[in-house]
């Protein structure tokens, strides 16, 4: 009878991110973007984005082909070098227009039922996004080179402060600034036959950073199975040095992803954190139940039991006397 057995072999992975400096903006849209004819002032528009809307199909289909005209003022990679940031108070940042799909606008600013024909006037409606001005941007391809890195980071670290950031922009630029690119996309792409150079500038959406972060959280604190299906692999080099086989990541996205699959497949397990305000995943390691990840929240939520059942006793007590005296 043919046996199996489970075996380790050992791997190095190491998080190498590329050295950035993100400033928050803000998006203002301009109107429905009309694609211009090749070789215009404009040239530019959204890649699609990657990602799956539940419910209609129609729309679904609809988004991936619709973009919106925004304007977006952004410092210059020599006033960011510089520091000057009280030149740039007086003075105003360089203000640009580009398309961008409407996928990688917040819905709460552009509802999902609204189209050119229903809201041909969406101008004036503002966003934050980020972003990253650098010469090497100005190029059709960018080539991130391996001195823009930075040394080996824990990316573990770096994916235990993501999961704890408030929803704010500039929380997340300042979390960016110390680890580096999010992804290895432009936020834009240049214009097919439009003979342009792109802007020197890369463009980071925190709402779907954010996105991003619910679908980190619910992958590792969910099953192993769920996970490895829809998680991108696992690629390994080979060198003639042990341990043989070694994993880099470079993106902030793609290690946080890497460390979750790694997580998995060391049958380590996580869970969510109770409290409504907080819901960062913690790892179990002990077969104790627990519902909070620190003692912290474990006494606020306690509190918030005592006080809701200090309110409630206090107002049977009320309703009692009204009773009585009725």
């Known amino acids: 009878m043919a046996q199996t057995a489970n075996i380790a072999i050992p791997a190095r992975f190491s998080f190498r991110p590329y050295r950035a400096r993100w400033e928050p903006c803000w998006a203002e849209i301009l109107g429905w973007y009309e694609k211009p004819e090749p070789r215009t002032s404009l040239g530019i528009w959204a890649s699609p984005t990657a990602r799956i809307l539940k419910g209609d ?3 679904e289909k609809r988004s991936n082909s619709e973009k ?3 304007s977006v003022s952004v410092p210059s990679a020599e006033d960011i070098e510089s520091g000057s940031a009280l030149l740039r108070l007086y003075l105003g940042s360089p203000i640009y227009t580009v398309a ?3 996928m990688d606008i917040p819905v709460d600013v552009l509802l999902l039922h609204e189209d050119r024909k229903s809201t041909p006037d969406i101008s004036g409606r503002e966003f934050p996004v980020l972003a ?3 010469r090497i941007f100005e190029d059709t391809l960018i080539l991130l080179r391996d001195e823009m890195k930075a040394p080996n980071m824990d990316a573990w670290e770096m994916r235990n402060e993501f999961m704890a950031l408030q929803k704010d922009a500039w929380e997340l630029s300042a979390f960016l600034n110390r680890w580096g690119l999010w992804d290895g996309g432009r936020g834009y792409e240049t214009g097919i036959g439009s003979g342009m150079s792109p802007y020197g500038f890369v463009l980071a959406f925190p709402h779907l950073i954010w996105e991003k972060r619910d679908r980190f959280i619910k992958g590792l604190a969910g099953k192993p ?3 490895l299906k829809s998680a991108s692999l696992l690629s390994f080099t080979q060198s003639s040095q042990p341990p043989y086989f070694s ?5 902030c996205e793609s290690a ?3 460390t979750i699959s790694i997580d998995h497949l060391r049958n380590l397990k996580y869970r969510i954190c109770k409290l409504k305000d907080c819901q960062k995943p913690y790892q179990v390691k002990t077969k104790q139940p627990r519902m909070y990840c620190s003692t912290k ?3 606020l939520a306690n509190v918030r039991k005592l006080r809701a059942q200090k309110k409630k006793a206090e107002s049977k007590q009320k309703g009692a006397k009204r009773n009585a005296k009725g």
């Open 57 to 59: 199909p129609e729309f």
């Open 68 to 70: 919106v005209l925004v």
């Open 100 to 102: 961008i799909n409407r």
């Open 132 to 134: 990253f001005p650098s």
């Open 225 to 227: 199975t769920g996970w």
């Open 247 to 251: 994993m880099e990541r470079s993106y």
């Open 256 to 258: 946080i992803e890497a």
């Open 297 to 299: 929240c474990a006494h």
